[in-house]
């Protein structure tokens, strides 16, 4: 007989974990399942390593704040990326006072946020932006500066052994920002779910998705070890499996997933863990990204703390593998490939040569090579301190002859199956990206969830960077409960 449940959530990411966890304090009586095709959850996409760690909050990242042709600097992108990061601060705040989370150094770090630029154009530009952005409420506390002595307080590394005769350089710094462990967030969502009642099957491949008559879906799936065959019904399903979620939505057969296709790009770090050098960073540095770079490939210098151990990565560096996840197929690129999306995919390809020019670039590049280009951002780096650390496989998203950078939610029109592809700011906009799901999919349960959604997020709906105390008092809240004073 075919098991019943309420929900099916495919991916053992930071998405669905987010998803389960408030449907589960939303509707404890439901049934939830979770499939992930791996012996662990968190071990692709939200895996610490497979990704940068930053609660992307755009206190850092340049690409959230374009440059129009007349110097001005639009703003109005970084502050709706800080908006979104502030639910989550607060979701992870209530899900600690209820105990569903363990203390908030188990997967969240202070660390201040920095960008870093060379040479007399970036420097302007990132003083426009730095002026454009310190007006708002949420970037208020942002600094800047164009002195050495004053950067190298901020991130020594930076300025050590610097020319004097090097080209101009400038800093901004958010010290509000912060590290994230996803993965240890992920699993610690998960086995509370799994300690609740829901169940989470590991090294379980969903197969094939069904829609039912009576509006259901069939879920069938295997066992990885010994394949054994299973099925279930649910009566919403949501596909949270990285770059595997187009290939099973294009199964389900919905039609609002025509057209879009998927572009994969690895990542590499380089890494060090070496106590001298640790102990002179602490902070998230990023900076301009090469001409052709996708946003999750700029240039940035992080402090990360994972499992308790500080390190230090620089990168990431391009890679090219046809798989859409690590543990993927090599067929992946191609079996993606319909009638519907082939013109827009080879539209991409057409019209895309910065990107492949870069890509040929980065794949030609040897461990030396690549600590050459650390040494834009840190002048006294040797070959002899770092190695090279494999990061995660994203599948950029392509629709209608485009190359997309983000994260893009495809719902059928009844609500009934929904699905994330995409990537950058990704994890850290799990929170705003799974309410917005929740408001699509049950809109007739919504009205009656948003009193206990606003006792876990409290600012739900409002707009913090129009309500400057109301933002500085959900700031200083979230920041005791996360211990994020330091």
């Known amino acids: 007989m075919t098991e019943t449940v309420d929900v099916v959530l495919i991916g053992g990411g ?15 009586d439901w049934k939830i399942v979770a499939y992930e095709r791996l012996s662990e959850v968190a071990e692709e996409s939200s895996n610490a390593f497979n990704n940068a760690g930053t609660g992307h909050s755009a206190l850092c990242e340049l690409n959230y704040t374009p ?78 500066s164009e002195d050495s002595r004053v950067i190298n307080t901020w991130a020594p590394l930076l300025v050590e052994k610097r020319l004097k005769t090097d080209a101009p350089f400038a800093a901004t710094r958010v010290t509000g920002g912060t590290d994230v462990d996803f993965g240890a967030l992920t699993r610690q969502l998960f086995s509370h779910l799994a300690a609740s009642g829901a ?96 946003p999750m490939s700029v240039p940035h210098l992080d402090t990360r703390v994972v499992d308790g151990k500080t390190s230090v990565l620089f990168g990431p560096f391009a890679t090219f593998s046809p798989k859409f996840l690590k543990n993927g197929s090599n067929w992946d690129i191609v079996t993606q490939v319909r009638p519907s999306n082939l013109f827009s995919m080879l539209k991409v390809a057409a019209t895309n040569f910065d990107l492949i020019k870069y890509l040929v670039s980065e794949l030609l590049k040897n461990h030396s090579r690549k600590v050459q280009d650390l040494r834009e951002l840190m002048p006294d780096a040797k070959d002899e301190d770092w190695t090279l650390r494999q990061a995660g496989q994203r599948a950029q998203v392509m ?71 109301l933002a500085k008092e959900t700031f200083e809240k979230t920041s005791a409960v996360l211990s994020l004073q330091g």
């Open 199 to 294: 169940q989470v099957r590991t090294n379980t491949e969903v197969r094939s998705l069904k829609r039912q008559k009576d509006g259901t879906w069939l879920i069938k799936s295997r066992r990885t070890l010994g394949h054994a065959p299973a099925e279930i019904k649910a009566s919403f399903v949501f596909v949270g499996a990285g770059g595997w979620a187009l290939k099973l939505l294009q199964n389900s057969g919905i039609p609002e997933i025509k057209g879009y296709g998927c572009f994969p790009i690895g990542g590499q770090w380089l890494m060090t863990s070496k106590p001298e050098i640790v102990a002179k960073h602490h902070a998230k540095v990023y900076s301009k990204a090469t001409v052709g770079a996708p």
């Open 67 to 144: 440059q129009a042709a007349d110097g001005s600097v639009d703003v109005s992108k970084a502050i709706s990326i800080n908006e979104q990061f502030q639910l989550s601060r607060q979701l992870w705040s209530s899900l600690i006072d209820r105990g569903v989370l363990s203390g908030p150094d188990t997967f969240i770090n202070p660390t201040p946020h920095m960008t870093f630029v060379r040479g007399e154009k970036n420097v302007s530009f990132l003083k426009t932006r730095y002026q454009a952005l310190s007006k708002q409420t949420l970037f208020a506390d942002m600094e800047y």
């Open 399 to 469: 629709h209608n002859g485009k190359l997309q950078f983000g994260t893009e939610v495809i719902t059928s029109a009844d609500g009934s199956i929904s699905g994330l592809l995409g990537a950058s700011p990704g994890a850290s906009t799990a929170v705003p990206i799974m309410l917005g799901l929740l408001k699509r999919c049950f809109a007739d349960e919504y009205a009656g969830w948003e009193p206990k959604l606003r006792q876990l997020i409290p600012t739900l709906g409002e707009q913090l960077n129009d309500k400057p105390e």
């Open 14 to 28: 930071i998405m669905s974990a987010t998803l389960g966890t408030l449907l589960h304090e939303l509707q404890p």
